[in-house]
Each structure stands twice: as C-alpha cells, then as structure tokens.
C-alpha cells in the first residue's frame, strides 16, 4: 500500500530586531482638509410690504389723508382726537347735541306724560263719580241693571253698564302723527315743535259677555281717542256720535267738564249701538275648538259705528 506524502508543517518566520523599521521621532504634517467650493449665493427674496406700512408712509407725508384713513374716535369736523380702539372722551359738541336733545325732546315727553297721567286720573274720578250718579237714578227703577265702575291697574279702567262694557286705557308712550294728520298743519301746533308730541287715552267697547266668558275672538271697537299735548290742550277724534269739538285744538283744554262730556258720549254711543246677530249662514257650522272654548253659536258683533278722524282745526 503507497504511504500519502503529507506535507510538514513550515514554523512562521518571525522578525529579527533588525527587520523591525524604526519608530519615526516627529509626526508628519497633517494633512489640510479639502475645501468645499461654495454655491452662487441667490439674492434674498424681500417680501412686499403691507399695505397699511404705505398707508402708514403715505399718511405721514399727507396730514389730511391722515385724516381721513383715522379710525378712531374724531370730533364733528372730521379731526381724529384718539388713535383707533384707545378711550377718549367724546367731543364737546356731541356731548352739547345730546343734551340739547335731551333738554328739549326728552323733557318735554315727560311733561307730555305727566300731563296725559294726569288727565287719565281726572277721567278715573269723573267716571267714578257718573257710575254713582247713574246708579242712584237707576236701582230704583229696575235693581237687575248693573252700572258699575272697575280698576284694573294704573292704566287702565272699566265701566260695565247694560251689556256693555267700556275699556279705557293709558298708553305708556308719547306718539307724534305724519304732517297732514289732524292737528297737524294747524299754525297752534306749527309754531312749537313740542305740541307736536301727544300722549293718547283710549276709549274701547266690548261685549260684557266677551270678557265675562272669555271669548277670546269677539271684537271691541275703538269708540274714541283723546290727544294731550304739553300745555293740557287736548285733540279728540272718534266715532261720529262723539260730541267732538269744531274749534281749534289752541281753545280745548283739559277740564273735569271736558272729560265728563267724553264718558258720557262714549256711553251713549255704545248703548245706541244694538247687537246685531249674524246672518244664519255664518253660523251653520262651528269647529270644536269654538265650542270648547265657550263661543256661542249666535255670537253677534256691533256694526252701527262710523269712525271719524276729522276734527275742524
């Protein structure tokens, strides 16, 4: 059998002292680092400036346009007094147009409603004291016709007499009419601003029943109005059985008499205005919300009164 030739192993050679290259004393240089070559460098985009920066410029070079472009609060001739959204006092001239205005048309609304308050309260006690004159004629006659007198509120008061039911109210502001209306054009109302301005009383009929029983849409009429102005003259206008004065508002003042004679027709425009029943067409038919609410079938309404805005002036 043929012996495999192996191969001895060869021991590494290793480095005399002598092979060994000596350490160097100094270091070398170091080796400088590569510069980079710099980019073209593109001009900085500058933006726009803002437009209120030019209006700024703008208005420092012109003072009127400064004027013009202030937004804060100015004086009546268009001078800015405070820069915008910073406290100031208001100009002297407004504060002055205020209160002039509020010297002349506010006080003289509040005479106005004083005079009206006062006139309603003399209307109150004259009503009070015809429900008790017509009662002492009436009970002897017939007990059963009631006449009574009732206060609701401050403003407003009733007198309930034979089916019929006065309604008398106060309204709380002070109105003023279009240049042709009533009084209006007359040289008494021309000549003063402030008799331009009225308090007003209402005078109203409704059914008594309407009330007693609730039936919400029975009408009441508008038997007359009474104007009062600042120097208690008076402007009454209404139904055409009203015994409305032919003269000039300037000679109507405000006495107890006056507001006596006013109850007194309104009253006998309501007892001469009869009830009148509906045509029996109209009432074939009722709804269940009329029945549940308690109106009668022959509801009638009063269709007699003749309204007259005209009064001689």
Not at 25 to 48: G, I, M, N, S
């Amino acid at each position: 059998m043929a012996k495999k030739n192996t191969p001895k192993p060869v021991a590494p050679k290793l480095f005399s002292p002598a092979d060994v290259p000596p350490v160097p004393t100094e270091l070398p240089p170091p080796v400088p680092p590569r510069k980079r070559t710099a980019r073209p460098t593109q001009p900085a985009r500058t933006k726009p400036a803002k437009a209120t920066s030019v209006k700024v410029t703008a208005a420092k070079a012109n003072p009127a346009a400064d004027a013009l472009a202030h937004s804060g609060a100015t004086a009546t001739d268009n001078r800015p007094t405070a820069e915008a959204g910073s406290p100031t006092e208001a100009p002297a001239d407004r504060l002055n147009q205020i209160f002039e205005g509020l010297k002349q048309k506010s006080t003289a609304k509040q005479a106005i409603y004083r005079n009206t308050l006062a006139a309603f309260d003399c209307l109150r006690l004259v009503s009070q004291e015809l429900v008790v004159e017509l009662s002492r004629k009436l009970t002897p006659l017939d007990s059963s016709v009631v006449i009574e007198y009732r206060s609701i509120n401050d403003m407003e008061f009733h007198i309930r007499f034979s089916g019929d039911l006065l309604v008398f109210v106060l309204h709380s502001n002070i109105v003023t009419f279009p240049d042709d209306y009533g009084p209006m054009p007359s040289k008494y109302v021309e000549s003063d601003f402030r008799r331009r301005f009225f308090g007003h009383i209402m005078a109203y009929n409704f059914m008594a029943d309407s009330i007693k029983y609730q039936r919400l849409n029975d009408p009441g009429y508008l038997v007359g109005r009474l104007l009062v102005n600042i120097e208690n003259h008076y402007f009454l206008e209404g139904v055409q059985q009203l015994e409305l004065p032919d003269n000039d508002m300037i000679d109507n003042i405000i006495t107890p008499d006056m507001m006596k004679l006013f109850v007194e027709s309104a009253m006998i425009a309501a007892v001469n205005n009869d009830l009148i029943a509906p045509p029996l067409p109209e009432i074939q038919k009722i709804s269940v919300k009329q029945k549940l609410e308690n109106q009668q079938v022959s509801r009638g309404s009063k269709v007699g009164f003749s309204f007259s805005a005209q009064q001689i002036i």
